[in-house]
């Protein structure tokens, strides 16, 4: 049992550039999330699922897009990245029923637009 | 609206001693209360939670939060600090129904040996 894991964890781009972070989780969790962290901000919510084919927008959605392909992925796209997309990205994900009601982070993807 | 306070940039204590990191919240409803903990590096680790019942609740490595709803407050606590307890702090709220958590701006514990 994995938990939430990400790929890549480190990451750099050119302004402009595009990139895929990739999210997946074993849990069998119905909803997952992408935040953003950014010093002195905590975490941001970006964009979440709260279950497989639905996606909806968080707090700071713009520039960024996402897919939920099946249940345990849910990936995240910067189609033309922006130094101000500098950021350590984070996955979660939480069961929406049995009462546990916790989110659980993947590692993070630290991500570097030059 | 949900919005969660974590007013201390930065908490220091000396080894051994009580440690209290604080945070303060608003909800429309019923709120739900989570503390995570996050070491160099690494993703956001659940600490504890309030849901319901007990305004007391105790989670991972002796850590406890009081639930206070009429100073709509939720501190962080623990008796005695450890150097390894030395990290990023996280307050977050759900309100009851909502899918989101808001997270606080973080508080970096020190424990100083």
């Known amino acids: 049992n994995a938990g939430v894991t990400q790929t890549p964890k480190f990451q750099v781009l050119k302004t402009g550039q595009s990139m895929t972070l990739q999210c997946a989780q074993d849990?069998?969790?119905?909803?997952m999330y992408w935040y953003r962290q950014d010093p002195g901000m905590g975490l941001r919510l970006i964009y979440y699922?709260?279950?497989?084919?639905?996606?909806d927008k968080g707090e700071v959605p713009n520039g960024y897009n996402v897919s939920r392909l099946n249940k345990r992925e849910f990936s995240l796209r910067l189609e033309s990245a922006a130094p101000s997309q500098t950021s350590v990205y984070f996955c979660?994900?939480?069961?929406?029923?049995?009462?546990?009601?916790?989110?659980?982070f993947g590692p993070g993807t630290r991500l570097t637009v030059l | 609206a949900q919005s969660v306070a974590q007013p201390e940039d930065q908490v220091n204590v000396a080894e051994g001693n009580p440690l209290t990191v604080k945070c303060t919240y608003s909800v429309s409803g019923n709120p739900y209360l989570f503390w995570y903990v996050q070491y160099p590096n690494r993703g956001l680790q659940f600490l504890l939670k309030?849901?319901?019942?007990?305004?007391l609740v105790k989670g991972s490595y002796g850590f406890e939060a009081e639930f206070n709803k009429s100073q709509t407050s939720f501190h962080l606590k623990k008796p005695s600090a450890l150097v390894s307890d030395s990290a990023l702090y996280f307050c977050?709220?759900?309100?009851?129904?909502?899918?989101?958590?808001?997270f606080g701006t973080g508080t970096r514990l020190t424990v100083i040996p």
């Open positions: 849990m069998n969790h119905n909803s």
């Open positions: 699922s709260a279950s497989e084919g639905t996606t």
């Open positions: 979660a994900s939480r069961a929406t029923s049995g009462g546990t009601d916790t989110q659980y």
């Open positions: 977050a709220v759900r309100e009851q129904g909502a899918n989101n958590l808001f």
């Open positions: 309030y849901i319901t019942g007990d305004n």
